[in-house]
């Protein structure tokens, strides 16, 4: 017995050393299993409200255009296929006495006429700015176009009030370059009353 003993360890000592150096080999790889993206949550263009005096018809008007995303319109895509939410933006006009001589809001969809096919469906409202007064109208300049803050692709446009309360439209065709009295003419042209 005192033999087999040592025999055993002996065998157990060769046997644990053998099956350390002859590890098989695995033809099985682990990976982590892919994430699959998350889809973008809907981005949305940042608010704004700007408010400002204006001289016109021997009085001061205070003219108010406030900017903000409506998550019931339609989304509009950036650039990089990002959604957004449209925006809607509020034009209001005060008297001096703080009453409202003017008030709309408009959307996208109010410039329809003016806008290429990609423009309606992923195009936004980006903008609305008030530009000057004469004796007829307030002018403003707005723009519809790609809501992602990295491009410059806008459709710019020209929207007047009229001393009535009357709204006309149309495409800006002139370059800030040009004078006033030039764009005056030309954009007349392409208004359209709303």
Not at 82 to 90: F, P
């Amino acid at each position: 017995m005192k033999k087999i003993i040592p025999l055993f360890f002996a065998a157990l000592v060769v046997g644990g050393f053998t099956a350390c150096s002859e590890k098989k080999k695995s033809d099985v790889i682990i990976a982590p299993k892919p994430v699959a993206p998350k889809p973008k949550k809907t981005q949305q263009m940042s608010g704004y409200e700007q408010a400002r005096d204006v001289e016109w018809l021997g009085t001061t008007y205070k003219v108010v255009v406030k900017r903000e995303a409506d998550p019931q319109l339609p989304l509009a895509i950036g650039d990089d296929n990002t959604k957004y939410y449209d925006n809607k933006i509020t034009v209001r006009i005060l008297r001096k006495d703080g009453t409202e001589f003017f008030n709309r809001t408009f959307l996208k969809h109010d410039f329809d006429a003016y806008l290429d096919e990609s423009t309606k469906k992923e195009g936004a409202l980006l903008g609305f700015v008030y530009v000057k007064a004469d004796a007829n109208c307030l002018s403003f300049a707005a723009s519809v176009g790609s809501p992602d803050v990295t491009s410059d692709e806008y459709v710019p446009l020209v929207v007047k009030i009229s001393r009535l309360g009357a709204v006309t439209m149309g495409k800006d065709t002139q370059l800030d370059t040009g004078s006033d009295e030039a764009s005056d003419e030309s954009s007349d042209d392409s208004e359209d009353g709303v």
